[in-house]
């Protein structure tokens, strides 16, 4: 991985209650480009902020040290835990959430979320996205976004299935999708958009076996 510049945010401040990250949380810019990104993350009066920026060109910068809070996550929860900023490390890429991913920026992000994992001991199904934690309210980083790739190399968890059913039902699906993590309040039309972005965002329609499967996943430690 390339050097990564400091370039450090005053949006930040100490993790609350002695909590430390247990989660990584990836984000889209969705700016035109990583300098007016940098500018927004650091400027007081937005009060937003990462510990970490991607460019295109996969270079790495650094906003906040690790062991510090973020701004980035906001209002939500996973696996029935708020406070995200004071769980988690949050990564922006750079890009406007509607076309791929460089391979340079994947390839920094790979060698940046190995450091992450093994520094504070966090397991890949602790590597969530923006939406994940904030359906409906969020949708980064997006459908362009190759959770496959990362879940290939253990630095991301994936959909473990199970025997289809026969009839989906809305409930069962439901208590799927907490046990996977996706425990933020939401509507089932949402939360079926939600579930589907991070694991099949090429499907569209009802309800259906497929998404049963894809969201039982047996969560980690995010406590």
């Known amino acids: 991985m390339a050097n990564v510049i400091k370039h450090i945010s005053p949006n930040q401040g100490p993790r609350r209650n002695g909590l430390r990250p247990s989660l990584v949380v990836i984000h889209y810019t969705a700016m035109q480009t990583a300098a007016d990104a940098l500018e927004r993350l650091c400027d007081p009066a937005v009060e937003v902020s990462a510990h970490y920026l991607i460019s295109t060109t996969g270079d790495v910068i650094q906003m906040v040290e690790e062991d510090q809070r973020a701004w980035h996550a906001g209002q939500g929860e996973w696996a029935g835990q708020d406070d995200i900023n004071s769980r988690s490390i949050g990564i922006e ?102 579930t589907r972005l991070r694991f099949a965002p090429w499907r569209t329609g009802p309800l259906c076996a497929e998404d049963m499967n894809l969201c039982h996943m047996p969560a980690s430690k995010w406590k």
């Open 93 to 194: 890429l750079d890009n406007t959430g509607d076309h791929p991913f460089s391979e340079p920026q994947m390839s920094a992000l790979e060698a940046l979320l190995g450091g992450i994992l093994g520094r504070w001991d966090i397991q890949p199904d602790g590597v969530i996205g923006h939406s994940d934690m904030a359906p409906g309210r969020k949708s980064d980083p997006g459908p362009h976004f190759d959770w496959a790739r990362l879940a290939r190399q253990g630095l991301a968890g994936q959909g473990r299935p199970n025997r289809p059913a026969a009839a989906p039902s809305p409930e069962t699906f439901t208590a799927h999708a907490k046990q996977a993590g996706f425990t933020a309040d939401a509507a089932l039309e949402t939360l079926l958009a939600t």
